[in-house]
Structures are given as C-alpha cells and as structure tokens.
C-alpha cells in the first residue's frame, strides 16, 4: 500500500521538475568552445583577406562604384545563423554576442557555430542536395538520411575536403555500412540490372565537384551555337567511361574488371566501346588504381583548379545566399554578352584567390569559411545611403559593392520562426521534446511552404501558399498564442516594461533592435493592456513581424 | 460488267473535267467558306482535368480488358456507348459516358519507376538533372491569360507525393495544394476576428516602411507584399467558394460518391467555372503488386463514380467542350499476373483517356498485343504526344522551345494525336 503511495509521490515529484525544467530557463551553459584570436591574425590568413578586399575595390573603382557601410554585429550574427545553422540568433545568443568583450568579435560568433552540430548537420544537408538533389531515388538501395548524416558527420570533424569527394566518388561497399556510396546508388534505375548508370554520375560528378555543365554534352557537342565549342560528346563520355565497371553485388557497390562502357552517339545509332578519359587536364589522371579511384584523385588533384573553385563557389553561396560566380554548378559557361563576361571574370578572379588558398591548407572547410566572413564584402549592409536609381541599384549588387538580398530557403524560414517562438536556443541540448517537436514542425512547414529542391540559389520570387501559410497558418499559430511554451507569451508576462517588450520581440524575430517609429507605435498598442490583452498584443505583434517581408528575407 | 463499269467512271471524269472548265470551280471557295466556318466554331479548350491515378493502374482492369486471354485475369469487359470499345466490367457507369472518351491503349515510356514515371508522364519529358520540367497545367497556366480569376489557377486536390510543379517556369505556377473538400481550404481563414486582422495589417505598413528605408524600390519587399496582397485577395475572394463542395445539391454530391477522390472531382468541375486553368485530382491506391484483382475492383468503384459523374455533369452544363480531361497514371501493369496474384509495373503498352475540349470522343487509339507483348511499332504512342495533342486543344503551340534558367532549351517531342482533333 505505502509502496503505491511512493511511487505516486515519485511521480508528481518527477512531474513538478519536468515542469520547473520548462518553465524555468536553466543557467546560461558555460562555452568551452576554445577561440583563438590568433589564428585569424596570422599573417597568411590576412594576406588572403586583404588580396579579396582588394580585387572588389579595384572593381568598385573600375565600375565607378562605392560601396555600402559596415552592417551592423546583430546583422552580421543573423546572416551567420542562417547561412550555417538554418535558424535566426536566439535570446541567448544575442545576449552573449553583445557581452563579449574579446577581440574578433564577429569571428568569436562564427567559431561558436562552426562548432556547432547544427551547422554539420545543415551544411552537410546543403552539401547533400548539391551531390544527390532531393529525390527520395531508389529505395532498396539507396538511404538518403544515412548519406546524409554520414556527410554531417564528416563536417563536424572538418575532414578534409578532397577526403569526403574521394570517398563519394571511389568508396566500395554497402549503402547501409558506407554511406558514401549512397552517391553512386542514388543513379541506379529499377529494372536496370542495379547498375549505376554512368552517365548521370558524369553529370553528377561534373557539376557538384568541378562546377561544369558536361549534361548538355552527352548528346551533342556543347554548345550548339557559336564558334567555340566547349565540351566535346566525346569529353562526356569518357568521363562516365570512370563508371563503366561499378555494379551493385552482395557487397555492395564495387567495380569488376573486364567491363566496358558503351555509349550511343545519336539516338538509335549502335554502341560502341569508350576508354575512360578526361577533358582537361590528362597530365593529372594517375597510372595507378580501378577507374573511380584514378578519377577520384585526378578530380581532387591540387592542380585541377576546378575542384576548388567549385566548392568556394557554393560555400559562398551559402553564406551570402549568392554564388560569387553564376550559375553556381557552370563556372565556366561560354558567355557571349560582354557585360556578363567581365562580371564572371571579376567573380572568377576572386574565387581563384580563395581556392589557392584552400588548396594550400588542406582543403580546410573551416577556413574557407572563416576567410570568407573576414572579408569587407561580407560585412557590408544591404541598405545604402544614398538614393540610388533602379539601375545604379543593379549594379552595385552585381559587384557585391553592397550585399545583396535573397528570400530564406523553406527550412530557414520555419528555423528562424521555431527559434523565435522559443527563449532559449533550440539546439542539441535542447529538452529531446523540444526536438522532436521541432522536427515533425519543421516537416510539414517545408512540405507546405514549397521545397526548390537541388536549384537552390535561383531567385525565386515567393508564393502565395507561403504567405498563407504565414499569415493563417497552424504552426504561427501555435507558435504565437497564449501559451507559457510561446516566447510571446513569456515576454507579456515577464517584460518589466512596454518598451523592453516591444525589444524584445523585435530582438528575437528580427534580429534587430526597433527604430523609433517602431518602437514609439507598438509601445502605444501596448500601453494599459495587462493579462489577456496583454497577450494577445504580443501574439500581434509576433504576427506582424512574421509576416514582414524583413523576416523572409536573407539581409 | 466490268468494261461497263468502267466506261461510266471514264465518263464521270470527263464530266467533271468538263464542270471543272467550264467553271464550276466557283464552290470551291464556298466549299472553303464553309469549311472555315466550321472550324471557327470549334473553340480551343479553355480547360485541364487531370484524373491522377498514382500507383499505376491495371490497363487490364480498366481501360483495355483481354478477356478470356491467360494476360486478362478473370477480368471480364463489358460493352459502352463506343462503337466496338469494350472496357473492364468494374467501371459500368463509365461505359455509360463513353461516347465521350477517347482511349489510346498503346503509350508505351521507358520509365518503370514510380516517381519518373510521374514526371513523364505529368510533364512530357523524361527526368532530366539539368532542369525540372514544369507540369501540363503550369504550361497551360503560363501561357493563358488570368483574366478575372482570384484564385490560385493551378490546383491540385489530394496531391500524392509528387503534385504538379511549375518547374523551370517558377514556383508561383506550382499547383497549389488543398485536400478532401468536405474540409476548408488550408490556411485561407484569418485566425482572428476581422478588427483584429485589420490592425494587424496596418502594423505591418509600419515595419515594412522601416525595412524599406535606404533600400531598392523595385525588389523582394515589394514582390513580398504584391503576394501578401494576392494572397489576400484569394481569403476574401467568392471564387474560394468553388472548393466548397457542400454548397451543391445532394443528389449532384452522391452521384460523384462519398469519396474525397469524388469529392475532389466534384471541385474540380467548380473551380474550372470560376477560370482555374488546371485541377489535377489523385486517386492513390493502385500499385496492386499484391492481390491485383481485389485492389482494382475496390479502386474501380470510385474512379467509375467521379469519372462518369464528372463527364456528365460537364456535358449537361455545355462545359465539356471547353474542358479537357485526361484520365492517367504513371504507367500500366504487367500482363503476367505473379505469385502473389499481383501485377507489376508495365510502361510497355498502357493507357490513358481523353475527354472534351474538342478531342474526338469514342475511339480507341492503338491495342495491345492479346499475348502480352509490347504493342506495334508503328501503334506505338510516346507519353509526349499526349501533351501535344492537349496543347494542341487549346489552341497553343505545342513545340514551343522555352528557356530554362541553365541557358539549355526544352522543346516538347511530341506529335498530336491527329484522328483525335480531326
């Protein structure tokens, strides 16, 4: 009798912690995460960041350009969150940037994230989308979460660039055991005899490793008009020539010699036999292993040029939400148009700045990263001060001499909005409820919200499901009502003053402190309202900056 | 006999030739003047229907039935409105409307998996890496006037995993997404009374002023706001009355069935009267790889419902002229039945049906071999010449080469069905 009784008293007991843990938010973690100031002081890594600087104000001259101001730390805080976490600064964050007190302020915030599994896990899910797309693809012999996860994986313990492509393109093994291989299975077709199919790795392996377009080549040589030929169908061909071995067996995906790839030079015509060959740079292929592991090294080779500036290109674009050199997977596109030549050159010339260097040390992912937010161009605003005509506007962006705009990706946008919705930061320490919550929200918010899929970077103009979605749907909703779990609510209740809470919302959602017409405004709506209305202004307010176009913007 | 015969021909001849001399040739252009004025009278569609039945249904057990062959099953066909068009004896409503429909039995793709075979068969081109192809609708979306419609003009009811997308066209031609009509639109009521929402609206002018500053005019903020005031536009609009299906008779509701599919078939015809260009409608629930027979004669009763109540409710309302429906899948199923009593996936002669908006109804385009093997050669349709012989419908030029945003072009390879528009 008494044992029910405990355990009764146990259980309420365990009920009243679980409770206070939520309500209450636990002391601030102590950060172990060593930063040196150092390492972005050293001579070298200033050298890089200075030659870049220089080339853009060489430009900016050139064009007759001047260039935006500095933006401001919470600005710069709020594009680093997003472009590498996927989500908006939380409370917390905030707090803690505007403490330190350090050196390297802004390289302090970006260390913290690079140390972040978050950001392994939404760089590596970039990453993923950029080798295999979205396509859920095979299901027998492909695992996508497991790809990537794996690919997280590798990002959390900064392996070596070159490493992780050497793995995606030569690895034997089971799907399931070396999840590396996920990028070869990915192209088998049922009812293909689970071959992978050559030609799509080729198409694969040319525009997520080396930033080229060979597709257009399987069929004709490229391009079809004008003089200058770019791509043979030959180039094409042998590239995917690499993958005429590989088959998919009981162990897995391996290579078995004695196999010869065929291809059909027009529709219908026969096949006929080719040798694996590659289209630029033969002096680099090695003598030495099967077909995937002599490709792998010839397209991670120190001096094929292109490898490097594929992955600065897209890192870029990640962190700014534009790639320096357009279109991000077609580097070296023929451009007949002069005005677009000289913008790929000037792009071009700072992206061989960048790949130098990350060649140098090791194909460093980190660093790359870390240089490329030391640079001026990446701390500029996005307003300017002047009033600029539409076309003056066109070209200061192009040039990068003021930082461009870009609409939040699906899963940026219901980050930041469960992010917001939150006082704490939602991370992987977060409450296992929290997570998961978070997961299911952020699943059916993506489905609704639109998935681009693997084009990520075309400018798309946004939609009227996703601004119903914002302005009626369920997830605002739940994530701005009265409810102890909603920040709203809490800043209601907890705020000293109308003021405080209007700064707060504006913090949280925004990123960004209010302008005195805002701040003067929602003060006022406010003003006398205590308990419910109290909170019911606040959901207003939450509604109100979520639907701004501010909050579905990269700035 | 015969010289006779001959001698009376001959002097035909010479009598036209004589008519032809001496002048009667002025009815040829009357002949020109009428024929013309017959085709001014066949309008171009105006309209899509997309009946997509996800999973890939038996031809065996729908549309192209082989009774009494070893490939038919125990599938028996019954008799239809079309002259010497039998189809499978699950869909008698149907066979009620099929003077109406066309079917062509021998589409024959390359693609044997499910989410391929969609896109093929939702956008004429085979899965390509280099760009996503924009679905029919979003074509018929893109290059149709607006015109006085509120609401999204592309839609998809009950989408599947893959719904129609505007691909390289853009996002805003993706269908939007709603599901069983007996439940509201998603995310088209204001959470809060009407005072409230507009508040709510006039505290936004305030941060979207505060953005603004010492930024573009012309640029996402403002194309953010031009689709909030789209967006707002459709909650407040009477055209989002047309998703309401309960607002119709009882009789019209139990004649589609009460079922989400027949429900959604039901809208559909709705939304086309307030200027929606495309609606496509999922049926899920086909890929019988298992228990063939049952799956489909289950499946058979809804899709008979929808699809004949649809037909005729569109006829009776003089709407069938200006609206295409196309009744489809991703691919067919395998003649041979399996262990499991189950079909497999077959893109080796399957079938399709087309209604309305001008294409000729009761015929049947192609057969399949009664043995099971792969139809003729020269009978043998490709998925894009069913999307040529729709453009074509509506009066638009089926091959037109478009850009995509990598600088490549996409030109549709597909040659109308011509014995359907003739």
Redesign the interface.
């Known amino acids: 009798m008494w044992k029910k009784n405990l355990f009764f008293i146990a259980l309420v007991v365990a009920g009243g912690l679980a409770l206070a843990g939520n309500l209450f938010p636990r002391p601030e973690r102590e950060l172990d995460i060593p930063f040196a100031a150092a390492d972005v002081q050293k001579q070298d890594f200033r050298d890089v960041v200075e030659r870049v600087d220089a080339s853009f104000r060489q430009q900016w001259s050139a064009e007759g350009l001047e260039r935006a101001p500095r933006a401001d730390e919470l600005t710069m805080a709020r594009r680093l969150s997003l472009g590498l976490t996927g989500t908006v600064p939380s409370l917390e964050e905030i707090r803690q940037l505007e403490a330190y007190q350090g050196p390297e302020k802004i390289q302090w915030y970006l260390n913290r994230l690079l140390h972040d599994r978050r950001y392994a896990d939404y760089v590596g899910e970039r990453l993923a989308r950029a080798y295999v797309?979205t396509?859920?693809g095979?299901f027998l012999v492909y695992r996508r979460r497991r790809f990537v996860t794996w690919l997280s994986d590798q990002v959390m313990l900064n392996t070596p660039y070159d490493q992780i492509a050497q793995q995606l393109i030569a690895a034997d093994g089971l799907w399931t055991d070396h999840p590396s291989t996920n990028f070869i299975t990915v192209t088998i077709?049922?009812?293909e005899k689970n071959r992978p199919k050559p030609e799509?790795l080729a198409?694969?392996v040319s525009?997520a490793f080396l930033g080229i377009?060979l597709?257009?080549a399987q069929c004709h040589d490229h391009p079809l008009y004008g003089d200058a030929i770019k791509w043979k169908q030959m180039d094409f061909h042998g590239l995917a020539a690499f993958f005429g071995q590989t088959r998919q067996g009981f162990t897995g995906i391996h290579d078995e010699k004695g196999q010869e790839y065929e291809m059909e030079k027009r529709r219908g015509s026969d096949k006929q036999a080719v040798e694996p060959a590659v289209p630029f740079f033969p002096e680099l292929l090695p003598e030495a292993g099967n077909r995937r592991e002599r490709l792998a090294a010839w397209v991670t080779h120190r001096d094929n040029t292109y490898f490097a500036e594929a992955i600065v290109n897209r890192m870029w674009a990640v962190l700014t939400g534009r790639p320096l050199v357009e279109?991000i997977d077609?580097i070296d596109?023929v451009e007949t148009d002069p005005g677009t030549v000289r913008r790929r050159e000037a792009g071009r010339h700072k992206l061989k700045i960048l790949a130098a260097d990350f060649v140098e040390n090791g194909h460093d992912l980190r660093r790359l990263i870390k240089l490329m937010v030391a640079t001026e161009v990446y701390q500029l605003a996005?307003?300017?001060?002047r009033e600029?005509t539409?076309q003056e506007?066109v070209k200061h962006e192009q040039a990068w001499a003021v930082f461009p705009?870009?609409?939040l990706r699906p899963e940026q946008a219901v980050g930041a909005l469960l992010q917001a919705a939150s006082l704490q930061t939602i991370d992987s320490e977060s409450h296992i409820l929290v997570r998961i919550a978070t997961a299911l929200g952020t699943n059916e918010f993506v489905k609704?919200y639109?998935d681009?899929?693997?084009?990520e970077f075309?400018p798309?103009?946004?939609?009227?499901?996703?601004?119903?979605?914002l302005?009626?749907?369920?997830i605002v909703?739940e994530k701005t009502k009265d409810s102890i779990l909603n920040a709203s609510t809490r800043i209601a209740m907890l705020a000293p003053d109308d003021a405080t809470a209007v700064e707060t919302a504006y913090l949280v959602v925004l990123t960004r402190r209010?302008?005195p017409?805002?701040a003067s405004?929602?003060a006022q709506?406010l003003a006398g309202k205590m308990n419910n209305a109290r909170q019911?202004a606040l959901e207003?307010?939450y509604?109100?900056?979520i639907?701004?176009?501010?909050f579905?913007?990269n700035h | 006999m015969q010289s006779h015969e001959f001698e009376h021909a001959f002097g035909r001849r010479e009598f036209l030739k004589l008519a032809g001399a001496a002048g009667l040739s002025w009815l040829t252009p009357l002949a020109q003047l009428l024929s013309q004025q017959a085709e001014k009278q066949k309008q171009p569609a105006k309209s899509l229907i997309v009946l997509w039945l996800q999973g890939g249904p038996s031809q065996l057990e729908t549309f192209d039935p082989h009774p009494g062959k070893s490939i038919g099953g125990d599938t028996r066909a019954i008799a239809t409105r079309a002259k010497n068009i039998q189809i499978a004896e699950g869909l008698p409503l149907l066979a009620e409307q099929m003077q109406h429909i066309s079917l062509v039995r021998s589409l024959v793709s390359k693609e044997g998996d499910h989410e391929r075979g969609t896109y093929f068969v939702k956008t004429g081109f085979r899965p390509d890496p280099t760009a996503v192809h924009p679905a029919i609708g979003a074509v018929l979306c893109k290059e149709l006037p607006v015109g006085k419609t509120e609401i999204p003009r592309h839609v998809s009811i009950l989408p599947g995993q893959w719904p129609a997308r505007g691909g390289f066209l853009g996002a805003e031609y993706d269908a939007f997404k709603t599901y069983d009509p007996i439940n509201k639109v998603p995310d088209t009521v204001a959470r809060v009374p009407a005072e409230r929402d507009r508040q709510r609206v006039e505290d936004l002018k305030v941060v979207e002023a505060a953005f603004a500053r010492g930024r573009r005019r012309q640029t996402q903020p403002a194309v953010v706001q031009g689709q909030l005031e789209a967006a707002r536009t459709m909650m407040t609009s009477e055209q989002l009355k047309a998703f309401d299906v309960m607002l119709e008779p009882e009789r019209t509701r139990k004649s589609y069935g009460d079922t989400p599919f027949g429900r959604g078939c039901l809208a559909a015809r709705r939304l086309i009267e307030v200027g929606v260009r495309c609606v496509e409608v999922t049926l899920d629930g086909w890929d019988s790889h298992v228990d063939n027979a049952r799956i489909h004669r289950d499946q058979n009763v809804i899709l008979d419902a929808a699809f004949a109540a649809l037909i005729r409710d569109l006829e009776e309302r003089k709407l069938l002229d200006r609206t295409v429906v196309l009744c489809a899948g991703e691919f067919g199923r395998t003649p041979r039945i399996n262990p499991a009593g189950g079909r497999d996936h077959w893109p080796t002669g399957f079938s399709c049906a087309l209604a309305g908006g001008g294409i000729r109804g009761g015929l049947a385009i192609g057969s399949t071999d009664p043995d099971g093997g792969p139809p003729r050669e020269e009978e043998a349709r490709q998925v894009q010449d069913v999307h040529a012989t729709i453009l074509k419908s509506f009066g638009l030029e089926y091959d037109k080469l478009r850009q995509t945003p990598i600088g490549r072009t996409a030109r549709l390879t597909g040659r109308p069905i011509d014995d359907l528009l003739s």
């Open positions: 797309g396509e859920d095979p077709e049922q009812g799509r198409g694969q525009r377009r597709d257009c279109p077609d596109s996005s307003t300017s001060p600029l539409e506007w705009l870009s609409p609704r639109g681009s899929g693997r084009d075309d798309h103009t946004g939609t009227i499901p996703q601004r119903l979605l302005m009626n749907g369920n909703k209010p302008t017409e805002e405004h929602f709506r019911r207003d307010l509604w109100t900056l639907n701004s176009s501010e579905a913007l």
